[in-house]
């Protein structure tokens, strides 16, 4: 895990969906080798971040498998109390679990697992400072992980149901900044078995 010498970092990985769509399983589900979960971790936790907070729901095989991949990282797995609510009450879970005097944190998804390398610290080149946003875009359109400056923990923590961070993104206006970038993997997410065999 690399941190960054602009500022001090943490990231999120979001990993407590029902995953209906797929039919259940999904952050297990073979992928490249290794579950599908793995890629987020691996991305998370090569970004300028000195520690990554995983939320998940009560699935004891997923929190093992997570802790069996990365066993030396500075990782740590919150469990969200009620993740049907929505990615907004998992997303409030795990930003309180990061110190609020945060430069920065990434918010990278479960399901996303071809990130690349360049794009975190990209972001980092193109915050606007504490209260700044920023986020991927590939092809025209918005892409994860995106990085909230850390005034913005406090509004993260307070998020609730299936509205996610959205509303914090519109709220930002000219504070948020979109990077163009030609990775792919800002976009690529896994909802059903046959996207496996898109990648």
Same mark, same amino acid.
């Given at each position: 895990?690399a941190?960054s010498?602009s500022?001090?970092?943490?990231?999120?990985v979001?990993?407590?969906g029902?995953?209906?769509r797929?039919?259940?399983?999904?952050?297990?589900a073979?992928?490249r080798?290794?579950p599908?979960i793995?890629? #987020?971790?691996?991305? #998370?936790?090569?970004?300028?971040?000195?520690?990554?907070?995983?939320?998940?729901?009560d699935d004891?095989?997923?929190?093992?498998a997570?802790?069996?991949?990365?066993?030396?990282?500075?990782?740590?797995?919150?469990r969200v109390a009620?993740?049907?609510?929505?990615?907004?009450?998992?997303?409030?879970?795990a930003?309180?679990?990061?110190?609020?005097?945060?430069?920065?944190?990434?918010?990278?998804?479960?399901?996303?697992?071809?990130?690349?390398?360049?794009v975190a610290?990209a972001?980092i080149?193109?915050l606007?400072?504490r209260?700044g946003?920023?986020? %991927?875009?590939?092809?025209?359109?918005?892409?994860? %992980?995106?990085?909230?400056?850390?005034d913005?923990?406090?509004?993260?923590?307070?998020?609730d149901?299936?509205?996610?961070?959205?509303?914090?993104?519109r709220?930002?206006?000219?504070?948020?900044?979109?990077?163009?970038?030609?990775? %792919?993997?800002?976009l690529?997410?896994v909802?059903?078995?046959?996207?496996l065999?898109?990648a």
């Amino acid at each position: 895990m690399a941190e960054s010498e602009s500022g001090r970092f943490a990231a999120i990985v979001l990993a407590a969906g029902l995953g209906a769509r797929f039919g259940g399983g999904k952050l297990l589900a073979p992928f490249r080798g290794k579950p599908l979960i793995a890629g #987020a971790l691996n991305a #998370a936790l090569a970004s300028p971040a000195f520690s990554v907070v995983v939320a998940i729901g009560d699935d004891a095989a997923l929190e093992t498998a997570i802790l069996r991949l990365e066993e030396d990282a500075d990782l740590r797995v919150v469990r969200v109390a009620d993740p049907a609510r929505g990615m907004g009450a998992s997303l409030a879970a795990a930003a309180r679990a990061v110190p609020a005097d945060l430069d920065g944190v990434f918010v990278f998804l479960g399901d996303m697992p071809q990130v690349g390398p360049a794009v975190a610290p990209a972001l980092i080149r193109a915050l606007c400072g504490r209260s700044g946003i920023a986020a %991927p875009v590939h092809a025209g359109r918005r892409g994860h %992980p995106v990085l909230f400056g850390g005034d913005w923990i406090p509004a993260l923590r307070d998020l609730d149901g299936d509205v996610g961070a959205q509303a914090l993104i519109r709220q930002a206006g000219a504070r948020f900044t979109a990077i163009e970038t030609d990775d %792919p993997g800002v976009l690529f997410d896994v909802d059903r078995p046959e996207d496996l065999s898109r990648a």
